[in-house]
């Protein structure tokens, strides 16, 4: 049971031009998003995050904006640069009863062509 | 610098054997996670932690065992029950349940390879 989904496993993007990734869940409950980079063979490192009970957060070139009527999340990169091209991963956490668990959804690859 | 560590960063292992990756955390975080990810496909959560002394099953859990004796640790031992071992392995840490940093914090990984 997949609970946080990211559809598009790759997607091409321009030099310049605005990167849109997008992720989708089912947990109602999820208290927190968080959106994650990552380059082959090392650790994720974290880009940005937004609270369940707020629509956007920007940082800098990364907008997060959150749908939670329609249970999705997305990541914009404006502008792409080639240093964007990595895998990106949405996750979302739960807080429940002192306990906390997150869960990632299955990465999109971005590549900023120049 | 406050981080999380895992080692060693290569791990060969002959079949049939256990072997375990470390990860250890200097953050104070109370919550600890082990993901697996494969070629091309996502973070998959093997088994993870809130407390010393407790922790939970993730998706993937057969095959693998953890231990959490102290807060700054957070050991994996990949059995020979695991039939798929060969994979990149991921450690994470969160302030907790009650805490309103949301970020997870990721060791550099530890690629394992079964030969």
């Not at chain 1, 904006?65 to 091209?85: C, E, M, R, T, Y």
């Not at chain 2, 990949?78 to 349940?97: D, E, H, I, M, R």
Request: aromatic share 12%; charged share 20%; proline share 4%.
């Amino acid at each position: 049971d997949q609970q946080v989904k990211q559809n598009s496993p790759s997607l091409s993007v321009q030099e310049g031009r605005i990167s849109i990734l997008n992720c989708d869940y089912t947990n109602s409950m999820f208290d927190y998003f968080l959106w994650y980079k990552k380059y082959p063979a090392e650790g994720p490192t974290f880009l940005i995050s937004i609270s369940s009970i707020k629509d956007k957060n920007e940082d800098g070139r990364f907008t997060v904006f959150l749908n939670k009527s329609a249970k999705h999340l997305s990541l914009h990169i404006v502008p792409s640069q080639p240093g964007d091209s990595a895998v990106y991963f949405c996750a979302a956490i739960l807080n429940s009863g002192g306990y906390q668990k997150v869960t990632f959804g299955t990465g999109t690859k971005l590549q900023v062509i120049p | 610098d406050g981080g999380i560590t895992q080692s060693p960063k290569y791990l060969f292992r002959k079949e049939g054997q256990n072997v375990t990756l470390s990860c250890e955390q200097n953050l104070n975080h109370d919550a600890m996670y082990w993901y697996r990810q494969d070629p091309g496909q996502g973070l998959r959560l093997i088994y993870y932690s809130q407390i010393v002394n407790d922790f939970q099953k993730g998706d993937i859990a057969e095959g693998y065992s953890v231990s959490r004796e102290k807060k700054e640790s957070f050991p994996l031992t990949v059995t020979s029950a695991q039939k798929n071992p060969t994979a990149f392995y991921l450690c994470a840490s969160t302030q907790g349940g009650y805490s309103s940093n949301t970020e997870a914090f990721f060791g550099q990984g530890t690629r394992l390879t079964v030969v």
